[in-house]
């Protein structure tokens, strides 16, 4: 990904935080953060975030577009999902990831933080779609 790519410029008017190496711009827009993580190239959970975080798996839902680069999530169950862009997002609480491949993942999240899995509806743990 050219570094000059408008989807890694600083954004203005955002919250900027570097989390276990993760980049987050933050804004709120009316009930809603919206957000854009980039995961840097090696980005592992187990590996960069997980002590930072205090549990062994992400129990956050994310929720949004892959608009760069590839991650893959592993839920509790072993059950892997890739994300490669470009494409919609929804991942249940219960989940560790890794970028794949040698170019920043980009994803454009909406969350309403603690709250996220019943004011969208999601499952609160990752369930096959074949009901397995």
């Not at 711009?25 to 590996?47: H, L, Q, T």
Request: charged residues 20%.
């Amino acid at each position: 990904m050219n570094p000059m790519d408008p989807l890694l410029s600083p954004i203005q008017n955002a919250e900027h935080r570097l989390i276990g190496g993760v980049q987050v711009d933050v804004s709120r827009c009316g009930s809603v953060r919206v957000k854009r993580m980039i995961y840097p190239p090696g980005f592992n959970w187990a590996e960069h975030l997980s002590d930072i975080m205090g549990s062994k798996l992400c129990m956050h839902a994310h929720v949004g577009f892959m608009a760069a680069g590839q991650i893959n999530v592993r839920f509790a169950d072993g059950c892997v999902k890739q994300y490669k862009a470009p494409q919609f997002v929804a991942v249940e609480p219960g989940h560790e990831g890794w970028v794949v491949g040698n170019e920043p993942a980009v994803l454009i999240e909406f969350d309403f933080e603690s709250e996220t899995v019943g004011k969208l509806g999601l499952p609160s743990v990752h369930h096959h779609e074949n009901g397995k």
